[in-house]
C-alpha cells in the first residue's frame, strides 16, 4: 500500500486519472459484457494478475521506484496476457480464482486472524476450479465482480481521492465508509450478473430462431 501511495504522488495528476479512467473503462467491460468479450477478459486478466506481481517485484527491487514499477508492470502484464490466451484453461482458471480470491479478501481484510490468508487463497483455488467446470456461469459471476469492483474504486476515487486507499483499509463494519463501498461495489455486480444473463439469452433465441 505504501508503494501504491508512493506512485500515486509521484505520477502526473493526468496520467493518474487517465489510470483510472482506463480502470473504470476495463471494469465496465468486465462487468456488463464479461462473458461476450471472454478472450479479452481472459487476456485483461493476465495482464492484470501477471502485471500486478511484475509491479511489485520491480518495487522491491527497484527501492520503490514508481517508474520501475510501472514498466516491471507493463512488461509482465503483456508477458501474463500473452500466457493465458494461448493456454485458455488456465486463462479460465485465473478469472475465477482473481474473482473469489478478491471477494474474499474484501470481506475478510481487517481481521487478525492468521488464518485469513489460507482462506483467501482457498477461496481462489477454489473459484478457479469451478470456473473451469461451470464455465458461463462461473465467468459471468467472476468477470460481475471484478468489473464492478474496478468500476466502484474507480469511480470512489474520482469522488474521494487518494483518501480512498485508506477507507479501503477499515474493517467492514455497517455505518462505516468501506461498507458503503462494498455495498455499492454488490449493488453493481448484481446488475451486471442480470445484464450479462439477460444479454446472453437474447442472443441464444436470436441463433435459435436464425436456425430453425
Not at 6 to 25: K, M, R, Y
Not at 45 to 70: C, R
Not at 129 to 144: G, P
Amino acid at each position: 500500500m505504501e508503494q501504491a501511495d508512493q506512485l500515486a504522488n509521484t505520477l502526473p495528476p493526468l496520467t493518474e486519472n487517465g489510470a483510472v479512467a482506463i480502470a473504470i473503462f476495463v471494469g465496465t467491460l468486465y462487468c456488463f459484457l464479461g462473458y461476450r468479450t471472454l478472450k479479452f477478459i481472459v487476456c485483461m486478466t493476465g495482464f492484470i494478475l501477471a502485471g500486478g506481481m511484475a509491479a511489485a517485484l520491480g518495487g522491491y527491487f527497484g527501492q520503490g521506484n514508481p517508474w520501475t514499477m510501472l514498466i516491471a508492470g507493463a512488461v509482465g502484464g503483456l508477458c501474463g496476457a500473452a500466457a493465458l490466451v494461448f493456454v485458455y484453461k488456465l486463462g479460465l482458471f485465473m478469472l475465477g480464482m482473481l474473482a473469489t480470491a478478491l471477494a474474499a479478501h474484501m470481506i475478510l481484510l481487517g481481521r487478525p486472524e492468521s488464518w485469513i490468508v489460507f482462506a483467501v487463497f482457498g477461496a481462489g483455488v477454489v473459484g478457479g476450479l469451478l470456473a473451469v467446470a461451470l464455465e458461463k456461469t462461473i465467468v459471468i459471476l467472476a468477470t460481475s465482480t471484478i468489473g464492478a469492483w474496478f468500476t466502484v474504486c474507480g469511480l470512489g476515487y474520482f469522488l474521494v481521492g487518494p483518501d480512498l486507499l485508506d477507507i479501503m483499509q477499515d474493517p467492514l463494519e455497517l455505518g462505516r465508509d468501506r461498507s458503503i463501498v462494498a455495498a455499492c461495489w454488490a449493488t453493481l455486480a448484481v446488475a451486471g450478473v442480470l445484464a450479462q444473463f439477460a444479454t446472453n439469452r437474447v442472443k441464444r433465441e436470436v441463433v435459435v430462431k436464425s436456425a430453425s
